[in-house]
């Protein structure tokens, strides 16, 4: 499966600019009407629906505990696919452009259809993540409290667990993340805050990346979708994956994630700018492994 065949949704957290003002925003971009739905009252939510019908939302997020309820936002997309993320960059510049700000307590969730999973390309994602993790938070510049609260690694105990009984459906997954068989989750559910989020799989019928810390950064935004989505096709066409955990040296980091993003698929220049973002926190060389010139570089391979 293709990584552009995959639907997504994205959900991005602001500060500093009224729901209403965000919502027209939005509008200014994907056409439509806006409306005020006002229900639930401590989401208060403001809706747009675009001229193709898809229904934008922006909501409080009672994780921006610091700032006014006036002025706590959530962007919430609908189900978009992979043509649609050169008009949700546009999104992100207009909802920027009315005075939408990003605090320490933003951040940004990424939701990749669950419908091309089974237990078994679950299980590959979940190891895929767990080995590369160590590079994954510190190209991420994901900080301690976050890692903490609200996007926990990926546990040990999920990893043998998965290796154990390795799951083939769903529903055999269930319990392996929860530790007992759930079958009403909840939506706040603990589980949930977690970098790998499998709860909302059985709760919202998706994947949910939690690692990026908030921006309003187009290219940084569309990088972060692109690379989700890459894991998410690597996961689903994989016959099987390894959770050997990488040591992270940081003489050869940029290197070692400059080569699993290519593993990925994440190759050639429509992928450039994403390779640029993602690598940009790596200490290293790109090209070099511990001061050698590797075979990548003397053939030319573009980054």
Known sequence: MDLREIKFGIEIETVKQSRDIIAWAIHSVVGGTVSHVGEPSCYDPWEVKDIRGRRWKVMADSSLSNVPFNLRAEVVSPVLRYDDIEQMQEVVRAVKRCGAKISRQCGIHIHIDAAPFDGRRLGNLAKIVYKQEPLILHALGIRQNRLQRYTRPV????????????????????????????????????????????????????????????????????????????????????????????????????????????????????????RQHLMANMPGNAAWKNGIATQTQTTGESA
């Open 155 to 274: 546990s040990d105990n999920l990893i043998q667990q998965i290796e154990a009984k390795k799951p083939k459906t769903k529903e055999e997954l269930n319990p392996i993340w929860y530790g007992y068989e759930n079958r009403r989750p909840y939506h706040y559910d603990s589980s949930r805050y977690a970098g790998l989020n499998f709860h909302n799989i059985f709760y919202g019928q998706t994947v949910e990346f939690r690692w990026f810390e908030g921006t309003l950064h187009a290219g940084k935004i569309k990088a972060y979708i692109q690379f989700c989505l890459a894991l998410a096709a690597k996961a689903i066409n994989a016959k099987s994956a390894s959770s050997r955990k990488r040591e992270f040296r940081a003489e050869s980091a940029k290197y070692d994630f400059r080569v699993f993003l290519l593993h990925l698929g994440l190759i050639g220049e429509e992928f450039k700018t994403a």
